[in-house]
Structures are given as structure tokens and as C-alpha cells.
């Protein structure tokens, strides 16, 4: 196999194995007393409080980081940025092995996981936002699962069933674009329902539209966040041809987020106007919501300009790690913080200890699978025998 | 790679399309409930707090006993609200003015005309009855909850600490004794009339006769006729709605509206994303092939040029060494 002679016999105890090991077998003790006890003994979710952090971080956080699939691989495929390929991958990789974890989160969350085809087979639910995430859910997964089985099978040296997949790769990435588009939004969609639980400042009509953009801007900021971790992680994995776009991609990914950053700043103050919701601002949850606003958005909007003006590429990772954690505050805040704000502080939410455990445990179990493939099957570098077919 | 006038009209045209499809709206019909369906009207003005609803409730419905038996009135000085055990409770409300007596209101589901629960689900568990209540299947329930988080009047509870058939619970307006033309449990109890069964178009109108009659008595509101499309449940009372943990806020929009413009979208997003999907693609591939070709032409016609350029060297050396 390619580059794989060096990593020979090595102690199994090393560090990462370890720690995820020990997670790994905490998490499993976790998922016994779920299924035994009911979701009342491992979470503090309630009547007031359906979802929590499986729904709010595993869920919504888990979908829109996994979006980098969909924007790489429409960037390279359909508008025609081939620069850009290394990026494809890794991105495909992150989304396949993301969807995947939050249908696992969704069986821990629902209360009849073995269920969860119900809304297919037995009733469909049209009428329902919820209806539509789980189709498209489920479509994009089947869709994801093949864009990235060129990896697979090249790494299995199935070149007949590679090249017939491979010549799919343009319809795959139209349909991917297009169930991206429509559960992003509707993620946001979900929302729309409960206008007298959300704070008026999260909640608008624009909902679906704020989830779509900034699911675009996950995607971008997640592949050079992963990017940079890749590149100390598994240097040894890249080649020579994915060393020299790195920089490219950086710089050309930032531009791009700094773009939609500002689009989508543009298009939050729009909201706020149109509902006219600038009263709210000077309270408690205004000022929260000027943190988001400014600090996890125009922030990194001006950061992500001056990195590439600059050509500072080291400036420009540290924001895309920084934007991820905007988006991940946006989805809290929409899901947990923002939601229910009407209720006294006694019946809010706050996550047990045991779902924030098969939080970690979930996420955990996604990066030994990640760190499993990507040490094997050609993901940061080119397969020597397709390099010409890219 | 420059951005292409082209390229970034293609993107322009993409971003305004998802704009437009988002703010789309169906067209709105509005629907006042299935004709001669069902309603209960609560009329807080008579009640008096003494449970026996929650007891005639908690029996029909085969629920667990309470810790404390329902003559307990105690339990009154606190909130509390709908729970797996018990479908319906009453709260007694401080009067603001401490010469009036203190109020009582019962919660229970409101049955929606256009429930926000059945809208929410996607297995369709739940399903608004012609007769007006709305019913619940637990056979085909997930277990996802966001019928509990669709509720604007946060009703729905669920067994949570039930490990594998937990249900969504919650006040059946007994529909099977509607269906065999009896009075739900908790009306055929009531001592006092404070709650009165009968035709939902028939309640509203009693309860405007009431109102207008005795203006003193109570507020000119009948809280569950318009909010949220209307409910099945109606109230009418002397102290605002407000007061009595009741939100009238929730406006006048059913539910399914709220969500219609988005599900709207999907049809618009399904059609015409592959078609400009597809345009861009076939756009950029031209824009490479005619790259390629200009290349190869350029190339070849300096290769051609070069080739020219030496024959002609080449010739004039021949002249060159005859002269």
C-alpha cells in the first residue's frame, strides 16, 4: 500500500487510543442505562424541555459542520474551481461519518429509535418540516455514502465498480446540492413553528434562509479548520500535490467565507428591521445576541478579509476555528438558550452530565472512524493509480 | 481562477431564487373547524376549585393515583401543570384586587382546530377528530417530540423515565364517549357549570349572550375562539387571561401556516435547482473546453510560426551562402 510501510508495529497503548478507549467504554456503560432506565435517567430533558443537547449540538451543530461536503464538492464539480480538489475529500469523509453520527444521536434522543423508518413505511407526515429533514436526511446519506466510495474502493483496488461510480460524480453533486439546500433550511424551518418559545431576536421568518447560509458557512470554515488539524495530525498521509493547494484553499475558502459572512451579517440586520426587533437589543438576551452578531460573525468576516488580503494563512485557520464555534453557539442558542426564554429559571434546561458523556462518546467514536479511514484509504493524497482521472 | 462576469451572475440568479422560494407563500384558506364539531367552554367565573374534574379525569383515563388524594385542596397554592399522570390540573389565580376572591382555571389539551401538534408530526399520530377532539396513536409514535415543542400551550407531556414504549400524553376530550354521545368525564362531574359541552358555534355564541349580559362580570374576550385559529376549548373570565398564566400573545395564525411557506419551497428548490445546477456546470465545461481548444490552437500556431521562422532562417542561409 501507498506510504504505509512506516507504520509498522507500534504499541496499541499510544495516548489516542487510550483516552478514546476509555470514552469508548464509558460511553457504551451510557448507552446501557439509556436503554434500561428511559431518556429520564441519563438526561434532564422534561415537558417544558423536549430537546437538549442531542437535538440542539449532535443534531443541528452535527448537520451544519457536516456541510462542507456539499459546498467542496459543488465548488470543484459544478463551478469548476478544480484547485480546490484536495478539498473534496476530506469534506466528503467529514459529512459522510457526520450524518451518520447524527442519525446514531437520533436513536439515543427519539423515545422508539427501532421507529425511525415509521414516517416513511407506515404514515407520512407531509404536513410536517420534520417530515422533510428525515427524507432528505436519509437521501443525502445514501448520497454521501457513494460519493465517497471512489475512496473505498480504490483502497479496496475494485477499479471497475470505482470508475463506474466515479462517472457519477456530477449527478451525485447536483442531487447533493440540492437536499443540502432544502434540509439545511429546513433545520431552521423547524423553528417556525413555535414563535412563542423562541426569543423574537433568534426567531424570524428569514429562519430557513439564516440555516442555509450558515450552513454554507460551516461547510467552508470546517474544511479549512479540519485542514489545518489534518495537516499536524497525518502530515505524513499528504502528498506533495495536497501540500501545495493547502494554501490555495485556504486562502481561496476564506475569501469566500468572508463573502458570505458579510452576506449573511446583511441579511440578520435585515431581519431584525423587518420585524423590528431593535428594542431588544439593549436587554439581557439583546446583548447576547450582539455577541453572536458581532463577535462570532462580523469578527470573523473582518479576520477571514484581512488573512487573505495579507496572505496570513496561520490567521486565517484560528478564524475558521473560531466561525465553527460561532456556528455552534448559533444552533444553541436557537435550540436551548434563546428557546423557552419565557419560562422562570426553574424550569429551564440544563444538560445532565450523562448527555453531555454520550455526547463526547458519539463524537469520540466519529474521529477513531475518521482517524481509521483517513490512515488507510487515499483521502489526503491522490491514489497513485488515478491520479490523471481527477 | 478569476470570478467570470458569467460565473457571478450564475451565482446572483442563485441566491435570489432561494430567497424567493423562502418567502413564497401558499395561498391561504381559512378553515373555521369541521361544522357542528364539539367544544367545552370553561366558564372560570363558577369555578371552584374542587378538583373533582382532575379526579373524574384521572379515573376515566385509568391514570396512576396521586400522592395526595384529590380533596387535597392545598395542592392549589401551587402552579402546576399538565403530566403523564394527571391530563388535566387547576391553578388558582390571585385576584389583583384583593376584594375579589381568587379565580380558578382548568388546563387541559385545548384541541386546536388546526393543532400545531398534528401539523408537527411526522408520523401523523396525532389527528384532529370531525367530532373536535384531538386524538393521539401511540402505535405509531417515534418518540421525537417536537409535537411538545410545536405546542404553543405546552400540553403535551411525555414518559420520559419509560424505557421502551414511552408515549406522548395527554387530555383526550374523551372522544370515545363523545362518539357514544356522552358528556366527557370531566364536564359530567362538574358540580357548578363552570364547564359546559356542546356545539363549538353554540358555546361561542352562549358565551357572547353571557358577556354581553353581564359586562361587569366578565372581559370581552373569549380566549381560544381566534387564538391560534381557535380552539376547541373556550374560556371566559372576569380577570385577564394574562393573569391566569394564559399567553395572549399566541396571535391568530394556525400552526400549519407558520411552516406552509417553507414546505412550500421544497417543490421550487426540487425543480429548478437541477436545471441551474446543471446550466452552471454545462457553462463552466464549455468555458474549459473552449480554454482547451484556444490553447492547442495557440500552441500549435506557435509551433507553426516557430517551424516558419526557421525554414525562413533556414532559407535565407541557402541565399545567403549563393550570394
Redesign the interface.
Known sequence: MFKNGNSTVKSIFTPFNVITGIIVLFGLVLTVVR???????V?N????N??GIWIGLDLLTGVALAAGGFVAS?AV?????K?YHAAVRPAILTAFLGYALVVVALSY?????W??P??FI????T??????V?ICVCLYLIVLFLEFSPAALEWLGMKKIRSLVHRLT?VL??FG??LS??HQ??LG?????????LHPLWYS??L??YF?ITAIIAGLSMVLFEGALCHHLFADKLDEAHKQEKDQIALGFGKAASWVLA?YFATKVVGISADNNWHYLLTGYGLWYLTELLGFVGLPCLFYAIGVRERRLTLIRWTAGWTVMGIILNRLNICIIAFNWHLPASERYFPHWMEIGISVFLITCGLIVFKYVVSRMPVLYSHPDYKETH | ?SISRR?FISWISA?CT??IC??AHGAKKQFKGYPDSFGILHDTTICIGCRRCEDACNSVNNLPAPEKPFTDLSILDKKR???TKAYTVVNKYENKDKNKASVFRKSQCNHCLEP?C????????FKKTKEGPVTYDPK???????C???C?F?I????????????VMKCTMCHDLIKKDKLPACVEICPTGSLKFGKRDALIKYARERISKFPDRYIDHIYGEHEMGGTSWLYISNLSFNEMGM?E???ITP??E??A???G??PV??SL??VL??G??AI??R??KLAEREKAEAVSSAVEAAKAGREKVSLDKVRGSDG
Open positions: 436503554f434500561t432506565g428511559g431518556l429520564a435517567a438526561s430533558l422534561s415537558d417544558y423536549p430537546w459543488a464539480y459544478i463551478f469548476g474551481m484547485k434522543d427519539v423515545g422508539i429509535p421507529r425511525l415509521y414516517p407506515i404514515q407520512q407526515g404536513t410536517s418540516v420534520l417530515f422533510e428525515g456530477v453533486t447536483i446540492v440540492i439546500t432544502l433550511s429546513s424551518a423547524l423553528f417556525l413553528i413555535a414563535p412563542s418559545k421568518s428569514y430557513p434562509v442555509f452576506g | 481562477m460565473k441566491g432561494s430567497l423562502t418567502t401543570r399538565t403530566t400545531a398534528a401539523s408537527a408530526c411526522f408520523v401523523k399520530a405509531v409514535c417515534v418518540g421525537c417530540r417536537y411538545m415543542i410545536a404553543p405546552e403535551p407531556t411525555y414518559e420520559y423515565d419509560e424505557p421502551l414504549t414511552p408515549r399567553r400573545d399566541l396571535g400552526a400549519p407558520l411552516t411557506g417553507a414546505l419551497a421544497v428548490v426540487v435547482w437541477p445546477l446543471t452552471i456546470y463552466n465545461r468555458k474549459e
